[in-house]
C-alpha cells in the first residue's frame, strides 16, 4: 500500500529543525541531539512530532519533552504489538461520535411533475438565491426600472438565455418575477458571461440604456470565507464509486483498504490513523446498477442488482463495527435518476450491517459538529461541457463552480434529471465544512473559501464504456480528513 503520509526518516539536525519549525516551534540542541541519536526503529517520527508539538506548551522543545513523549510512544507500541500476522489492538476508549442527517429528501418527497411543480420549484431556487444575494446588492424589481428609471441599478434575476452578440459581447437575458431585461456584457465581464449556465440566479449592476442594461458588475451568490477549522480528535473517510457487481471492480486494492481499517497494514502511523477513523461517507455509486448505459450487461460480473447489493453488504460486513458508514446513492443505483433522489429502498437497505446509516442525494450529514454535504456529481457531466477549461481530470473545478453559483445542479435539462420538489433541495443555502462528491472517478481535495472539497475517486479500473467517452480515471485514491482538519491522500492502488 502506498501513501503519501509515509515519510522517510532523515534524522539530521537541519531536518529536526526545520520541521519543528513549521509547526512554529524552536528546538533546543540538546534535544536535537536527542533525536539525532534516536535508534528505535518502531518509532515513527511524524507522529513524534506532531505528540511533542501538541503536548508542549512553550516555545521551546526541551529534551525532557522529547523523552517524555518517546517513553509513552514505546509503551504504547509495546501495548499495540501485532499478535499475530495481521492482528493489532486498538483502543476502547477513543471517541465516540454522534452522526445527525440534517436535510434529505427520503420520505419527504411531494412532487408529481406537473408544470405547477416546475413553476414552485423554480420560485424556491430564485427566492433562495435572492436572499442570499440581497447580502450584497441592493436591487430593484425588473418590472419597476422603466418606471423610475435610475441611471444606475442592482437586479437580481434568472438567467434565462446567454449568445454572443455580432460585437463579441455577450447579451444575457434575465428575468425575476416581475418582468424581463437585456443585459449587455462587455470588456472583462465577457468571459464571466461566457460561461454563466442556464437557469443560474444572479446579481447585475449597471447603466440602463433604453430597454437594456450595461453592466459593469456580476456577482455570484458565492459562499463567504469560511475562518473555522474543526478541530476534531478523530477522522472520516471519503469514498464512492465502488461499483459492486462490475467486473473491473477493483476487489484486491478494496480489500487492502478495508484490511487498513481494521489495523492490520501500514506503519503505526497509518494503524493510528486508521484507529482515529470513526466515519464513512460514501457519495454515490454503490454498485454497478442493470441497464445504466448500452451493453453494460457486457461488463457486468453480477448480472441481477439483488445481486449486488448482496455483494455490497458482505463487504462492507468486514469494515469494524466502530465505525459509522453513510451510504448515499448515486446515478447507478436503484433509486429514481431524477434529482434529488431518496436513499435506497428496505428492500436494499435492510441487507446492511447496523453500522449503515442510508440517506438520500444530495445530504447534509452533521459528524460530531462537521457540517458535510454530500453529492454525488451528476451534474460535473453538464458543467464540465458548458465551461471548456474545465475537465474530469480536476473535478475540484466542478466543485468551486457550484460552491460559487450556491446550486449542486444549476443546469436544467442537461444530464441530470430534476424532481421538480416545490422547495429547490440543491440550493446550498447553507456553508459546509466539508463537501463531498463523486461520479467523475478521480481524485480532488482542496480547500475553497474555508470550505474542503472532496472528489472521492472510485474502486473501479477503466471500463470499455469509459474509454469510449475519453474517461480516465484514478481508483483506489482514499481521502482522509483528520484531526486538526488534514487531510491525508492514501493510494490502494498500484496504478492511481
Request: one cysteine or more; aromatic letters at 8%.
Amino acid at each position: 500500500m502506498n501513501s503519501e503520509l509515509k515519510t522517510e526518516v532523515n534524522l539530521n539536525s537541519r531536518y529536526i529543525i526545520s520541521r519543528f519549525a513549521e509547526r512554529g516551534f524552536n528546538i533546543h540542541p540538546d534535544a536535537v541531539k536527542v533525536l539525532e541519536g534516536l535508534k528505535d526503529k518502531d518509532l515513527d517520527l511524524n507522529i513524534l512530532i506532531d505528540r511533542v508539538c501538541r503536548t508542549h506548551n512553550g516555545a521551546v522543545i526541551t529534551p525532557d519533552c522529547i523523552l517524555n513523549v518517546i517513553n509513552l510512544m514505546r509503551n504504547k507500541t509495546q501495548e499495540s504489538k501485532p499478535l499475530s500476522s495481521g492482528t493489532y489492538v486498538t483502543s476502547e476508549t477513543s471517541e465516540r461520535i454522534e452522526v445527525k442527517v440534517e436535510k434529505d429528501i427520503t420520505g419527504n418527497s411531494s412532487c408529481e411533475g406537473g408544470i405547477e411543480d416546475f413553476v414552485l420549484h423554480f420560485n424556491s431556487r430564485f427566492e433562495k438565491l435572492s436572499r442570499i444575494l440581497k447580502r450584497r446588492v441592493k436591487p430593484i424589481p425588473i418590472g419597476s426600472l422603466s418606471r423610475i428609471k435610475p441611471n444606475e441599478a442592482e437586479i437580481i434575476g434568472i438567467v434565462c438565455e446567454v449568445r454572443e452578440t455580432s460585437s463579441g459581447n455577450y447579451l444575457i437575458e434575465l428575468e425575476d418575477k416581475t418582468g424581463r431585461i437585456n443585459v449587455i456584457a462587455t470588456g472583462k465581464l465577457r468571459e464571466i458571461a461566457s460561461e454563466l449556465l442556464g437557469e443560474e440566479v444572479i446579481a447585475v449592476s449597471g447603466i440602463l440604456k433604453g430597454r437594456n442594461m450595461i453592466a459593469n458588475r456580476i456577482v455570484f451568490p458565492d459562499i463567504p470565507q469560511n475562518g473555522k477549522r474543526p478541530n476534531k480528535d478523530f477522522a472520516i473517510v471519503f469514498t464512492s464509486d465502488i461499483h459492486f457487481g462490475s467486473n473491473a471492480f477493483l476487489e484486491n486494492s478494496w480489500n487492502v483498504f478495508v484490511r487498513w481499517l481494521n489495523c492490520e497494514v501500514g506503519n503505526e502511523y497509518m494503524r493510528e490513523l486508521a484507529e482515529k477513523v470513526k466515519c464513512i461517507l460514501v457519495a454515490g455509486d454503490i454498485v454497478d446498477g442493470v441497464g445504466i448505459y448500452p451493453e453494460q450487461d457486457k461488463e457486468l460480473r453480477i448480472i441481477d442488482i439483488y445481486g449486488q447489493y448482496e455483494e455490497a453488504a458482505e463487504h462492507l460486513e468486514n469494515i469494524p463495527k466502530r465505525i459509522k458508514i453513510i451510504l448515499s446513492p448515486g446515478n447507478h443505483d436503484a433509486v429514481r435518476q431524477a434529482e434529488p433522489q431518496p436513499s435506497l429502498p428496505k428492500e436494499f437497505a435492510s441487507l446492511f450491517p447496523k453500522n449503515v446509516i442510508h440517506v438520500g442525494n444530495p445530504a447534509w450529514v452533521d459528524v460530531n459538529g462537521i457540517k458535510v454535504l454530500i453529492y454525488h456529481g451528476r451534474s460535473f457531466d453538464d458543467i464540465i461541457m458548458k465551461i471548456p477549461r474545465l475537465d474530469y481530470s480536476n473535478p475540484i473545478g466542478a466543485i468551486e463552480e457550484i460552491l460559487k453559483r450556491r446550486h449542486l445542479v444549476p443546469i436544467y435539462g442537461g444530464r441530470s434529471p430534476l424532481a421538480p420538489e416545490k422547495e429547490d433541495l440543491l440550493v446550498i443555502d447553507e456553508v459546509p465544512d466539508v463537501i463531498h462528491t463523486g461520479h467523475v472517478h478521480t481524485y480532488g481535495a482542496k480547500y475553497y473559501k474555508g470550505v474542503l472539497a472532496i472528489n472521492s475517486s472510485a474502486w473501479q479500473a477503466q471500463t470499455e464504456f469509459q474509454k469510449k467517452v475519453n474517461l480516465n480515471p484514478m481508483p483506489g485514491n482514499v481521502p482522509v480528513y483528520g484531526p486538526n482538519g488534514k487531510i491525508h491522500r492514501l493510494r490502494f492502488y498500484k496504478g492511481s
